[in-house]
């Protein structure tokens, strides 16, 4: 390891200042900084000597563990990149992401072997398959098997332009891509990220999102070890529990998604949760609330808001909180060593104040999606990364994310953003949250329909929610349609599933807004 900014580094450097320090408790079975610098260690010299090299990557299916951390900093270690699947996806699913990730060692735990194994089938993947921990890959690593024609590759130390993470999108939209992020890209953003919130050897994360997500790496935990904190590792949220957690363990901060804070917020035991410790929760992955915000205000614990892409390793923009009040429904500033930029509709860059699309520069940026350059080509315009996300920017140089740009539809003739109409959907008292989904028509080219979750045992009617969004929308932005759904559909992060929602935007039940004034199509 000759390079400065490879992720091995930074266990062998908390191990020696802090060796019996908590690097991690993982339901309670501790870890230290110690082990876990020793165990990785003997695994990545385990694989230099079953004969993988920098350049192979390692795939697993495993929920969130020591374990699974363990693999990760020996493939750091190593030289090789770990891809982390999603043990939500079917066999189905999971064939075809085997197949572009060409893993030369799949690693699963022992109850989604079944799953492994008819995933390689489907993908038609020949891969060396074991189980992750002491029984297992640490035990015994399978000999790296080299495929026909191919040429046994150097063995050599990692440098900071090898791969080290494989994260694949969900797909929801086309089919999944393959992120590459490689050593230096997650030293930039784990720097930048602990110099924003303030990490330091004094912090507890909790870290409760899956270990197949970027964030559940790039968003605190691997700045976390880097700098000798505890993290506590969750491998399900459930409300309960994390409200316990933060007390029991002197949680000081954590990362989530919307979904998590409001399900915290509705469980029985928040209003006599301890949460004195929690000095500041990082959310992002969709839009808050302004009364959500209120409410964990009232609590004392400060949420600061945050905009990130698994492209961008993840982290982009940055809403202090105590910045919140002036700028509210914003995600913040950019994190330090990230620049970004709109760009409008006509390709021009927008100087000062102003709208468009939002593109990244900087270290942390993406090495490419794996075996598809053509892909990797259309995602920049030069070194800009296109994020595909509509932005504001204002007088204070603070952003906002309008939508996202193939969210963005237009209804005779006018554009209509999604995320602005739920908005007012979920300023209604008794809406928890909403989607607003596009579906073609005949007249007006394309309609909204709505779909809304009530708060928890309250009735409500879809005639309701569009009185209520016709004293705030203009006729054009009225969803055409309106369904009350008992919880809408998400995907492994807690964003709203569209897709499923577009399959269901004319199932019966649903109410028609009122007419819409004649007007030229």
């Known amino acids: 390891m000759n390079d400065s900014h490879t992720l091995g580094r930074w266990l062998v450097d ?11 408790d993982d339901r309670g079975v501790r870890v230290s900084y110690d082990e876990l610098e020793r165990r990785s260690d003997e695994l990545a010299r385990a694989f230099v000597r079953a004969g993988y090299a920098a350049g192979d990557r390692v795939a697993t299916l495993s929920g969130n563990s020591a374990e699974h951390v363990v693999l990760f900093f020996a493939c750091a270690k190593a030289g090789l990149a770990m891809v982390p699947l999603s043990w939500r996806l079917t066999a189905s699913e999971l064939g075809p992401v085997l197949a572009t990730a060409r893993p030369a060692l799949l690693v699963a735990e022992e109850e989604l072997l079944r799953l492994a194994r008819e995933a390689t089938h489907v993908g038609d993947v020949s891969v060396a398959l074991t189980t992750p921990g002491s029984t297992g890959v640490e035990s015994t690593v ?4 080299l ?3 191919e040429a046994w590759p150097a063995q050599r130390d990692a440098v900071d332009d090898d791969p080290v993470l494989v994260i694949f999108t969900s797909g929801s939209e086309a089919a999944p891509k393959g992120v590459v992020l490689t050593h230096a890209n997650c030293f930039w953003n784990s720097l930048a990220m602990a110099q924003t919130i303030g990490l330091s050897e004094h912090d507890v994360v909790l870290a409760t999102l899956p270990q197949f997500h970027v964030a559940a790496w790039n968003c605190q935990p691997l700045a976390a070890w880097w700098h000798g904190a505890t993290v506590v590792l969750e491998r399900s949220f459930e409300p309960a529990r994390v409200l316990r957690l933060v007390g ?5 901060t954590t990362m989530s ?3 998590q804070l409001h399900l915290l917020a509705a469980d029985p035991a928040f209003a006599s949760a301890d949460l004195t410790s929690l000095r500041q929760v990082v959310v992002g992955g969709a839009s808050m609330s302004e009364s959500l915000n209120a409410v964990w205000a009232e609590h004392g614990v400060q949420v600061a808001h945050g905009y990130g892409l698994t492209e961008a ?5 940055y809403l202090p909180p105590s910045r919140a009040a002036d700028h509210p429904g914003a995600v913040g500033w950019p994190y330090p060593h990230v620049e970004v930029r709109l760009v409008d509709l006509d390709g021009d860059v927008v100087e000062g104040p102003g709208a468009g699309e939002l593109q990244v520069r900087g270290p942390g940026v993406f090495a490419g999606y794996l075996h598809d350059p053509g892909r990797t080509r259309a995602a920049f315009t030069g070194d800009w990364l296109r994020t595909g996300d509509l ?10 994310i309008v939508d996202r740009l193939k969210h963005i539809y237009i209804s005779g003739g006018e554009n209509v953003a999604p995320a602005e109409v739920e908005a007012v959907l979920v300023r209604h008292p008794l809406v928890a949250d ?3 989904v596009a579906v073609p028509d005949e007249v007006w080219g394309e309609v909204g329909v709505a779909f809304v979750q009530p708060v928890a045992g309250v009735g409500l009617t879809a005639a309701e929610v569009l009185e209520h969004a016709r004293e705030h929308l203009a006729d054009f932005k009225l969803p055409r349609q309106v369904h009350v759904l008992g919880e809408l559909p998400r995907t492994g992060i807690g964003k709203v599933a569209r897709a499923d929602l577009r399959s269901h935007a004319f199932s019966p039940g649903a109410a028609p807004a009122a007419p819409r004034e004649d007007r030229t199509p």
Do not use: F, W
Not at 14 to 24: D, E, L, M, N, Q
Not at 313 to 317: A, D, E, G, R, Y
């Open 14 to 24: 908390s191990a020696r200042r802090h060796p019996t320090k908590v690097a991690i």
């Open 248 to 252: 029991d363990r002197g949680v000081t």
């Open 391 to 400: 932005a504001e920017r204002d007088g204070d140089g603070c952003y906002r």
């Open 257 to 259: 998604v919307p979904t």
């Open 142 to 145: 399978p000999a790296r098997v």
């Open 313 to 317: 390793s993840p982290n982009v923009l």
């Open 434 to 436: 909403a989607a607003v």
């Open 147 to 149: 495929p026909p024609g």
